[in-house]
């Protein structure tokens, strides 16, 4: 038997135990926030996963409350409405409002009286540590990665060195500015040119030769001042999901248009094909899943993220990035590969609460 204690002295609430023996059979913790939204650019999705965690939570028994990060605790008409919102199929064009939304439950009265934090937040101060640190200053419990982790993950630049440092081979990348000479002679084309800190490939475009860099360039930087070229790698694109020290599944992406699993391919209907586990031979699934708690380990992440990968005509691995909170939405990449190893959603959620919890 495990016992994880929360207390919640600071805040005016008893101290509970929390005592599970396998999945599924622990003890429904007291209250559980789901944060969601925000103002990032990834914000419908944020809403599509925190609606897929809180039907999940509430159907294993927990209380749940739906916490939009810049409004506080919704009530359950506000919250009907907001979850009834589809993911916009189109991506953002430029950074809209200031990304600046604290999390309510940190200072709203009649939300901090939870046992547990659910992050469901992605891109922007929701999942670059700054949410992290504040919910750490409040002393609440929270899921996902610590503010340390989140930030390393968040900065390409940053988390692409210490892949290098742990021997996890990365594209080669170039930091604008940069000169079309040192990008052609050092990256050559054709190449990815993305912001330094957002997800879900907005604002990235594949560049095909010299003339579009400059415009790829201006069109990221409308998303963040630091702009990354990166040697673009042709092949596959594999996933796999890392859960309390383990690899998941490996799955394969493989969009119906173009070469990259771009916005409109992740969140469209039909735009890629999603194969859990991937039709790769089993070395190679299995170089994949230590390359992934590799780089897990080197970034200082918590229970859970998701590593994406190319592999390249040779069968060479290369690492791209990693998400620190994963999308949970009907269609997302990490619940598949967790489905794909026998771990339902539910399942899934649950191990992520646990996991945040054993760390406390």
């Not at 990060?69 to 430029?94: C, F, H, Y």
Request: aromatic share 6%; net charge negative; hydrophobic share 45%.
């Amino acid at each position: 038997m495990v016992v994880a204690s929360t207390n919640l002295a600071s805040q005016g609430t008893q101290r509970i135990e929390v005592q599970f023996w396998a999945i599924g059979d622990w003890e429904p913790l007291v209250k559980i926030a789901v944060l969601l939204g925000g103002t990032s650019m990834e914000r419908d999705v944020s809403v599509a996963s925190g609606s897929q965690v809180i039907h999940a939570l509430r159907q294993a028994g927990h209380e749940v409350v739906a916490v939009e990060s810049t409004r506080g605790v919704l009530s359950p008409t506000e919250e009907r409405e907001l979850l009834a919102t589809d993911i916009n199929k189109v991506p953002p064009d430029k950074l809209g409002e200031a990304d600046e939304g604290f999390p309510q439950v940190v200072t709203a009265s009649n939300a901090i009286d939870v046992d547990l934090v659910f992050l469901a937040l992605h891109g922007g101060s929701g999942e670059d540590g700054t949410v992290q640190g504040l919910l750490d200053q409040a002393g609440l419990r929270y899921t996902g990665s610590g503010a340390l982790g989140s930030a390393l993950a968040m900065d390409k630049d940053v988390s692409k060195r210490l892949f290098l440092a742990v021997g996890a081979p990365t594209p080669q990348w170039l930091m604008a500015p940069v000169s079309l000479e040192e990008a052609q002679d050092q990256l050559g084309f054709p190449l990815i040119v993305k912001p330094n800190g957002q997800g879900s490939t907005v604002g990235l475009s594949l560049v095909t030769e010299s003339s579009g860099l400059e415009a790829a360039i201006t069109t990221s930087r409308g998303f963040d001042t630091r702009v990354m070229l990166e040697r673009y790698i042709p092949g596959r694109e594999l996933t796999v999901g890392v859960l309390e020290g383990d690899a998941l599944a490996v799955g394969e992406i493989i969009p119906a248009e173009g070469d990259i699993f771009d916005y409109a391919a992740k969140y469209q209907t039909g735009a890629a094909e999603e194969i859990f586990p991937a039709d790769i031979r089993p070395e190679i699934a299995q170089h994949l899943q230590e390359l992934a708690l590799l780089v897990h380990g080197a970034l200082k992440l918590g229970t859970y993220s998701r590593v994406d990968f190319r592999m390249d005509p040779q069968g060479g691995l290369w690492v791209l990035e990693v998400n620190t909170l994963p999308g949970l939405s009907a269609g997302s990449l990490l619940p598949k590969s967790a489905a794909a190893v026998g771990i339902d959603f539910t399942e899934l959620c649950e191990r992520i609460c646990r996991g945040a919890l054993a760390d406390a």
